[in-house]
């Protein structure tokens, strides 16, 4: 079945070592997202790539960055966890921009100690 | 700024009820509206997408679109205790999603 793999399911990690996140689709969608979503809130959009190039939100804190080395796979990375960070983090696909319909993945749930 | 507005409930409804989950939204050129289903701990899950005014079914579920009230509802029949969750509405102007808080359903059997 087609669809957007997320791993780990769950990541601890200590305050300010690095950690990354991957993300992998079997829909060949050109738009892969990433977004941070904490308790009780809705998901935030962090950076989209459309193909190879790659959309940062404004306000998105430079301590995340991703990479996306082909169309199936994209990377969180964030490199100095705050205590803040902790959340569930997000990974989506859409076929196209403007509009298409969003799939998640299952997520991945991060611990900061 | 595009918001996206919700009542965060929770929403209580009787096993077998109609359940009317609401949202309106701030900008006018949005063109795309989903629904997503969300439950504790998991990741959304999409259920309805509507791109124009009207209703739109999909077995239990119909979608609902005013443009000009600038407002999209989700309407669930036969509610189920497994249709507790989280509702999210998302609109999508320009390239992005703006999700709303969303609405908390609690089914009661």
């Known amino acids: 079945d087609a669809m957007v793999i997320q791993n780990p399911r769950y990541q601890v990690t200590q305050f300010g070592k690095p950690v990354t996140l991957s993300c992998s689709q079997t829909?060949?969608?050109?738009?892969m997202y990433w977004y941070q979503q904490k308790s009780s809130q809705a998901p935030k959009l962090l950076f989209h790539?459309?193909?190879?190039?790659?959309?940062n939100e404004a306000d998105t804190p430079d301590n995340f960055q991703s990479r996306r080395p082909n169309t199936s796979f994209c990377f969180l990375d964030i490199r100095s966890p705050g205590l803040g960070d902790a959340a569930m983090y997000l990974c989506?696909?859409?076929?196209?921009?403007?509009?298409?319909?969003?799939?998640f993945g299952p997520g991945t749930r991060l611990t900061v100690l | 700024q595009k918001e996206v507005e919700q009542n965060s409930g929770p929403l209580s409804v009787p096993e077998g009820a109609i359940a009317s989950l609401n949202c309106t939204y701030s900008d006018r050129v949005s063109q795309s509206f989903f629904w997503y289903r969300q439950y504790s701990g998991k990741s959304p899950e999409l259920i309805m997408s509507i791109y124009s005014n009207g209703d739109k079914e999909d077995g239990r579920f119909t979608a609902q679109l005013n443009k000009a009230s600038q407002y999209v509802s989700l309407l669930i029949r036969d509610s189920q205790p497994s249709d507790s969750a989280t509702y999210l509405c998302a609109v999508h102007a320009g390239n992005m999603l703006t999700f709303g808080g969303g609405t908390r359903l609690m089914v009661k059997p």
């Open positions: 790539y459309y193909d190879k190039d790659f959309n």
């Open positions: 829909l060949n969608h050109n738009v």
């Open positions: 989506a696909t859409s076929r196209e921009l403007g509009g298409h319909e969003q799939f």
